[in-house]
């Protein structure tokens, strides 16, 4: 098992703590970001009674009979962005290595991969897929993966903390506490659709932070349901389908019951049919104890159902931040987060939506070019992200910089392409708004064509 830093450790705790209502943020250093989405109201819409798994961020704004309507309205022509995190920093030069250069063999005597490990990278031959991210290069060959082999920005901040936030918030800015995706919610989204903007997660994902809308939480798609204690079987069952026809009566306490129990049953009604855990695919799916495989195939049936998503966030399996016993760790993480995100591909193609989602897979930085004494790598710069989905140009962003002069002073991978570049261009052509109204300074970052 490999071992994390402790700041890494911290950050997740900051993060969880953040989406938990009442808790209050744990002590940071002077300096160091807040998380963005940190003030937000949480609201579950719940019965006393009965579990629920659903969280509403931002509804206190959410006028309660138009809840309904949101969960309800197909969005069926709305283009759709999975963000998938790499959480603790993924190694670049090991997703995609430079096989057979000295240089990398003298930087990793016993974490450079094989030059005959891993297939090559048509478009930079001398760098090789990790064995682990065959998936990829498989999808890769047939034009529908975009390539980012040292994405970044420039004087990278090592720390957790600050780097995730950067990218979280899209700019360099430790003050922003609204996530780039929000502020993209804030300006196309709706007041009555929670939905729009989903962490499939048990706590906010700050990318999705918003200022204006109503987004969710939803740890499980096939969790959300009611319980009742000592109660099951047909008399269950009347009874949850009597939720919603609570009577409103005349006072404002029960008319506020009755609208809650009403968009509660909708949108049990929406999400019972994922309870069977097959939800309509053929695909085979990778079978784990973790819920990154689970998570994805719940997305695919979700958006086969209408339901009007917008932006999703999702958490890859396993830990990035590889200080020591790396080799085992990183390849176990990439191998079931690559054979994950095939699976959810060949969904979307059988079930006639490929064209409508794009996939954007990152972290928060790359790791060192040269190993540690505990056969890991620490914090880096320039990290490698990906793109995809059936309407990408299937190219590659940036170049890789090399080893002899393409390593900054501390030693760390620089980055070619600005993940500022990657969010304006993403903002314009894939969902058609004014990346400048999202992005600060937007106007500085040259935009790459990502659609073919």
Same mark, same amino acid.
């Given at each position: 098992?490999s071992?994390?830093?402790?700041?890494?450790?911290?950050?997740?705790?900051?993060?969880?703590?953040?989406?938990?209502?009442?808790r209050?943020?744990?002590?940071?250093?002077p300096?160091?970001?807040?998380?963005?989405?940190?003030? &937000?109201?949480?609201?579950?819409?719940?019965?006393?009674?009965?579990?629920?798994?659903?969280?509403?961020?931002g509804?206190?704004? &959410?006028?309660?009979?138009?809840?309904?309507e949101?969960?309800?309205?197909?969005?069926?022509?709305?283009?759709i962005?999975v963000?998938?995190? *790499?959480?603790g920093?993924?190694?670049?030069?090991?997703? *995609?290595?430079?096989?057979?250069?000295?240089?990398?063999?003298?930087?990793?005597?016993?974490?450079?991969?094989?030059?005959?490990?891993?297939?090559?990278?048509?478009?930079?031959?001398?760098?090789?897929?990790?064995?682990?991210?065959?998936?990829?290069?498989?999808l890769?060959?047939?034009?529908?993966?975009?390539?980012?082999?040292a994405?970044?920005?420039?004087?990278?901040?090592?720390?957790?903390?600050?780097?995730?936030?950067?990218?979280?918030?899209?700019?360099?800015?430790?003050?922003?506490?609204?996530?780039?995706?929000?502020?993209?919610?804030?300006?196309?989204?709706?007041?009555?659709?929670p939905?729009?903007?989903?962490?499939? !997660?048990?706590?906010?994902?700050? !990318?999705?932070?918003?200022?204006?809308?109503?987004?969710?939480?939803?740890?499980?798609?096939?969790?959300?349901?009611?319980?009742?204690?000592?109660?099951?079987?047909?008399?269950?069952?009347?009874?949850?389908?009597?939720l919603?026809?609570f009577?409103?009566?005349?006072?404002a306490?029960?008319?506020t019951?009755?609208?809650v129990?009403?968009?509660?049953?909708?949108?049990?009604?929406? &999400?019972?049919?994922?309870?069977?855990?097959?939800?309509?695919?053929t695909?085979?799916?990778?079978?784990?104890?973790? !819920?990154?495989?689970?998570r &994805?195939?719940?997305?695919?049936?979700?958006?086969?159902?209408?339901?009007?998503l917008?932006?999703?966030?999702?958490?890859?399996?396993?830990?990035?931040?590889?200080?020591?016993?790396?080799?085992?760790?990183?390849?176990?993480?990439?191998? *079931?987060?690559?054979?994950?995100?095939?699976?959810?591909?060949?969904?979307?193609?059988?079930?006639?939506?490929?064209?409508?989602?794009?996939?954007?897979?990152? !972290?928060?930085?790359?790791?060192?070019?040269?190993?540690?004494?505990?056969?890991g790598?620490?914090h880096?710069?320039?990290?490698?992200?990906?793109?995809?989905?059936?309407?990408?140009?299937?190219?590659?962003?940036?170049?890789?910089?090399?080893?002899?002069?393409?390593?900054?002073?501390?030693?760390?991978l620089?980055?070619?392409?600005?993940?500022?570049?990657?969010?304006?261009?993403?903002?314009?052509?894939?969902?058609?708004?004014?990346?400048?109204?999202?992005?600060?300074?937007?106007?500085?970052?040259?935009?790459?064509?990502?659609?073919?």
């Amino acid at each position: 098992m490999s071992c994390s830093c402790n700041e890494f450790s911290r950050a997740s705790l900051l993060r969880r703590s953040v989406a938990e209502a009442g808790r209050g943020l744990p002590a940071i250093e002077p300096g160091m970001p807040v998380p963005a989405g940190s003030g &937000l109201d949480r609201r579950g819409f719940f019965l006393r009674a009965a579990g629920l798994a659903l969280s509403v961020y931002g509804a206190g704004r &959410l006028p309660l009979g138009l809840f309904e309507e949101g969960v309800a309205r197909a969005a069926a022509n709305e283009p759709i962005l999975v963000s998938v995190f *790499l959480e603790g920093g993924a190694d670049s030069l090991s997703m *995609l290595f430079p096989a057979g250069n000295a240089k990398y063999a003298e930087l990793r005597p016993s974490l450079a991969l094989a030059p005959g490990a891993g297939t090559p990278f048509a478009e930079d031959t001398s760098l090789h897929w990790h064995p682990s991210l065959a998936p990829l290069a498989q999808l890769h060959g047939e034009g529908k993966v975009t390539v980012l082999p040292a994405v970044g920005y420039t004087n990278a901040d090592q720390s957790h903390f600050t780097s995730r936030h950067y990218w979280e918030v899209g700019a360099t800015d430790a003050h922003l506490l609204t996530g780039w995706l929000g502020r993209y919610l804030d300006r196309s989204g709706t007041m009555d659709n929670p939905l729009q903007g989903l962490a499939l !997660s048990d706590s906010l994902q700050p !990318s999705l932070a918003s200022a204006k809308v109503p987004i969710a939480a939803v740890s499980q798609i096939d969790d959300y349901d009611f319980w009742a204690a000592g109660v099951w079987g047909d008399v269950e069952s009347r009874m949850l389908d009597a939720l919603g026809t609570f009577p409103a009566g005349t006072s404002a306490a029960t008319k506020t019951v009755a609208n809650v129990t009403r968009q509660s049953a909708r949108l049990r009604g929406q &999400l019972l049919p994922f309870k069977d855990g097959h939800w309509g695919t053929t695909v085979t799916y990778p079978n784990s104890r973790d !819920s990154f495989p689970a998570r &994805l195939k719940g997305l695919a049936a979700m958006i086969a159902a209408g339901l009007p998503l917008k932006a999703v966030a999702v958490g890859a399996p396993g830990m990035y931040d590889t200080h020591s016993d790396q080799a085992e760790e990183l390849s176990d993480s990439l191998k *079931l987060t690559a054979d994950s995100l095939l699976a959810f591909q060949r969904d979307l193609e059988a079930r006639g939506l490929a064209d409508r989602v794009l996939v954007h897979v990152w !972290s928060e930085f790359g790791r060192r070019g040269e190993e540690n004494g505990s056969a890991g790598t620490d914090h880096g710069a320039a990290g490698t992200g990906f793109l995809i989905g059936s309407r990408v140009k299937g190219q590659m962003l940036g170049e890789f910089p090399g080893l002899t002069t393409g390593l900054d002073e501390d030693g760390n991978l620089k980055a070619t392409f600005d993940y500022r570049s990657l969010y304006c261009s993403l903002l314009e052509q894939w969902f058609g708004v004014d990346a400048g109204a999202v992005i600060p300074d937007a106007g500085s970052f040259p935009r790459a064509t990502l659609i073919g």
